[in-house]
């Protein structure tokens, strides 16, 4: 129970941190955060987290993660859905808590019609730049697949695994410099899921590609690296 609890708390505080700073933070004229910002904020709530509770559940905070740290040798397939319900729990009890303090402030309200409402991914036209289905999954496959590289390189028995964390964190930071404009990045479903069940309309009927695609990366990912890439002995 205490590794779901460090998934529920570590995917809550990605949620929380990252799209709470495109929500309340990204726009302010003259003073706000803008896109490097928000993918600054997300690469922190992964290192934070990473130190704060990596060490009780493997710091996943990540269903995609979870399948492709199983896809390359590092997790057991009997606890995949567990941890995937416990992220799933606490990335939509995050976009809720986010959703009361956006609601607060007068005006606000939520366009099931605009693209990246309430931080919600997409494509084609609910893409941030129009970008098509193909293109979006493409790019989230390939993001995620590097991503599932670099945790798996950063926590391999011959890294220096204190360092993990702040790889793993820049790894995030640097997805969204990409991909914020292609998709709004998500990388990872529950992420995805939490804020799309809150916007609803197309944003809720496009969140398959947004679990089909970071899923699929992250297992060629660690398929990658678990025969290509990891090394049996120290050379």
């Given at each position: 129970?205490k590794?779901l609890f ?18 309340f933070?990204?726009?302010?004229p003259?003073?706000?955060?803008g896109?490097a ?9 992964v ?14 905070f990540?269903?995609?993660v979870s399948?492709?740290?199983?896809a390359?040798?590092?997790f057991?397939a009997?606890?995949l859905?567990?941890?995937i ?10 976009a809720?808590?986010?959703y009361?303090?956006w ?8 366009d099931?019609?605009s693209a990246?409402?309430f931080?919600?991914?997409g494509y084609?036209?609910f893409s941030p730049e129009?970008?098509s289905?193909m293109a979006?999954?493409?790019a ?10 670099v ?9 220096n695994?204190?360092?993990a964390?702040v790889?793993?964190?820049l790894?995030l930071?640097?997805i969204h410099l ?7 990045t998500s990388v ?5 899921l939490?804020q799309?069940?809150?916007v609803g309309g197309?944003?809720?009927s496009?969140?398959?590609?947004f679990?089909?695609?970071?899923i ?5 990912g660690?398929?990658?690296y678990k025969?290509l ?7």
């Amino acid at each position: 129970m205490k590794k779901l609890f460090a998934e529920f708390f570590g995917t809550y505080w990605l949620v929380f941190g990252g799209c709470g700073s495109a929500l309340f933070a990204a726009g302010i004229p003259n003073l706000g955060i803008g896109f490097a910002g928000v993918a600054l904020a997300f690469g922190l709530t992964v290192l934070t987290m990473a130190y704060a509770v990596g060490h009780i559940s493997g710091g996943h905070f990540n269903p995609a993660v979870s399948f492709g740290l199983w896809a390359g040798g590092r997790f057991s397939a009997k606890d995949l859905v567990p941890y995937i319900i416990a992220q799933c729990v606490g990335a939509v009890a995050a976009a809720g808590t986010l959703y009361l303090i956006w609601t607060g402030k007068g005006g606000n309200a939520i366009d099931p019609m605009s693209a990246g409402a309430f931080a919600s991914n997409g494509y084609g036209d609910f893409s941030p730049e129009k970008y098509s289905m193909m293109a979006c999954f493409m790019a989230e496959f390939v993001l995620t697949m590097f991503f599932l590289i670099v945790i798996l390189g950063a926590t391999d028995k011959f890294a220096n695994g204190k360092f993990a964390g702040v790889a793993i964190g820049l790894a995030l930071t640097l997805i969204h410099l990409v991909s914020i404009p292609i998709t709004n990045t998500s990388v990872n479903p529950a992420r995805s899921l939490s804020q799309a069940l809150f916007v609803g309309g197309t944003p809720l009927s496009q969140v398959w590609l947004f679990w089909a695609a970071p899923i699929a990366g992250a297992l060629v990912g660690g398929l990658i690296y678990k025969n290509l890439l990891q090394q049996d002995s120290a050379e």
